[in-house]
T-cell receptor, first 114, second 113 residues
Framework: GQQLNQSPQSMFIQEGEDVSMNCTSSSIFNTWLWYKQDPGEGPVLLIA?????ELTSNGRLTAQFGITRKDSFLNISASIPSDVGIYFCAGPSYSGAGSYQLTFGKGTKLSVIP | KAGVTQTPRYLIKTRGQQVTLSCSPI?????VSWYQQTPGQGLQFLFE???????NKGNFPGRFSGRQFSNSRSEMNVSTLELGDSALYLCASSLATGITEAFFGQGTRLTVV
């Protein structure tokens, strides 16, 4: 099945710094989704990307859909303590019935040092 | 607008028992998917329901089953629980099958002892 490789696995940054993380796949995806999960909670959808080359922002978050359709990037500018959590990329794999299942990366755990 | 609601939030069960988890999707959303999250395997797809029909199933044994009601609410059932079934079970709702923006609930933390 399809696999998504996320990097880095974890990162420690100072408050105020910018953060970059990425996700790569061996297969093409038509959509890329980025989620954030806090401990004990469900993932929260941050950004959805639908078109190769697309760059989309949500506040301090910016995500890009790679031109090859096999990668995506998430940047967080001017990090703050509440950015702490695990960030997941995800892409849909479609079945013949039009349904899909999301394939998730293993996540990037972000820690922010005040 | 209320989000995805999962009940209960926490459950402790004994090996061999069975368990039923419930999910109410966002109002107007008709597709419900279930995922299992464990530290070792990450997030894995269980199944998707749309219009009361299972549309897609992941690679899980038959002990895992689900259903969807006419109001789009969904339940999943795990029979003959094993220790390895301990996980966070997450429900996601979408407007319809094939619509990729999926919104997750807070999850049900199942512990099997």
């Amino acid at each position: 099945g399809q696999q998504l490789n996320q990097s880095p696995q974890s990162m420690f940054i100072q408050e105020g710094e910018d953060v970059s993380m990425n996700c790569t796949s061996s297969s093409i995806f038509n959509t890329w989704l980025w989620y954030k999960q806090d401990p004990g909670e469900g993932p929260v959808l941050l950004i959805a990307l639908y078109k190769a080359g697309e760059l989309t922002s949500n506040g301090r978050l910016t995500a890009q859909f790679g031109i090859t359709r096999k990668d995506s990037f998430l940047n967080i500018s001017a990090s703050i303590p509440s950015d702490v959590g695990i960030y997941f990329c995800a892409g849909p794999s479609y079945s013949g019935a039009g349904s899909y299942q999301l394939t998730f990366g293993k996540g990037t755990k972000l820690s922010v040092i005040p | 607008k209320a989000g995805v609601t999962q009940t209960p939030r926490y459950l402790i069960k004994t090996r061999g028992q069975q368990v039923t988890l419930s999910c109410s999707p966002i109002s107007g959303h008709r597709s419900v998917s279930w995922y299992q999250q464990t530290p070792g395997q990450g997030l894995q797809f269980l199944f998707e329901y749309f219009s009361e029909t299972q549309r897609n199933k992941g690679n899980f044994p038959g002990r895992f089953s689900g259903r969807q009601f006419s109001n789009s609410r969904s339940e999943m059932n795990v029979s003959t629980l094993e220790l390895g079934d301990s996980a966070l079970y997450l429900c996601a709702s979408s407007l319809a099958t094939g619509i990729t923006e999926a919104f997750f609930g807070q999850g049900t933390r199942l512990t099997v002892v």
